[in-house]
């Protein structure tokens, strides 16, 4: 099944009212709790930076270059996604304090974060995560399916359409350990990651899969959107589970000519992101 192109206009791709609200492509709160709330342009040593064909420095949490500008409607943005938001900033928290107990573990236990409601609470979560891996499908003139939609405005709670799978990347946790104890008099390096949206198919109108992934402190989840996902079975629906075990992504060796620290992550973030294999290991989990 071909995914359908569709462009929105500054229409609310959840309810279809008027977009006048923008999303941030990172959670406020996570740029937040890492560089504070100020003018980032005063500390020039250590000032964070965007990544996109190339750099551009951040001079503060509510710059444009992190947000999607009209793509929600002030009530679907501010009240409507609220919980999805809060259960994202509770499990972002659990990340950033904990990649290294995860590193050793080499898993992620729901429950640990989220208390007996972790059954609700994963929910919200992906709720979180289909807000925002949505906008980057809406703004690449994708249509994003009815199935996705009633889930996020829990007329179902059956997930098709979509799946995550949970990756670690030991290279960034390790890559975060090295500037915190070489350079602890700056601010510590914070890893915030999206992958570019790629598309699997015969061509560009004739798309099956879009495919990306997030990563927040070394782990990163993987994303894979197809309609065939639920229909008919033909491949089973996401399941939410209590525990999810990661799966390595690791690079053989780093190569020694990559001196700047953005190089290094690019290189990193992208190791193996071409390989089949990935979207297979998404559509058949």
């Not at 009815?146 to 098709?160: G, H, P, Q, S, V």
């Amino acid at each position: 099944m071909y995914l359908n192109s569709k462009t929105y206009n500054e229409t609310c791709w959840i309810c279809n009212e008027f977009a006048d609200s923008d999303e941030h492509k990172f959670k406020k709160s996570d740029i937040t709790s890492r560089y504070g709330k100020g003018d980032y342009s005063k500390n020039q040593q250590f000032q964070p930076v965007h990544i996109k064909n190339k750099e551009t420095a951040i001079r503060g949490p509510k710059a444009r270059i992190l947000t999607f500008e009209n793509v929600f409607c002030k009530k679907c943005n501010n009240e409507t996604s609220q919980p999805w938001d809060d259960s994202y900033s509770i499990f972002s928290d659990y990340l950033r304090k904990n990649n290294s107990l995860i590193l050793k573990y080499g898993e992620i236990d729901f429950k640990n974060i989220y208390g007996t409601e972790w059954e609700n609470k994963i929910k919200d979560l992906f709720r979180y995560f289909i807000k925002i891996f949505g906008c980057h499908i809406a703004t690449g003139n994708t249509e994003v399916s009815n199935d996705l939609i009633d889930f996020l405005t829990e007329k179902t709670e059956i997930l098709n359409h979509i799946k995550f799978k949970f990756y670690l990347k030991p290279d960034i946790i390790n890559l975060q350990k090295y500037y915190k104890k070489e350079f602890s008099h700056l601010n510590e390096y914070s890893h915030l990651y999206y992958g570019r949206v790629k598309w699997i198919g015969k061509s560009n109108l004739e798309i099956e899969s879009l495919t990306g992934w997030f990563t927040n402190s070394g782990i990163s989840i993987y994303w894979i959107y197809n309609l065939s996902i639920g229909k008919d079975l033909e491949f089973k629906p996401f399941e939410f589970k209590q525990t999810e075990i990661l799966t390595n992504l690791m690079a053989d060796s780093l190569p020694k000519n990559l001196s700047k620290i953005t190089e290094l992550v690019e290189y990193i973030e992208n190791y193996g992101s071409e390989k089949i294999e990935l979207t297979n290991e998404l559509l058949n989990e």
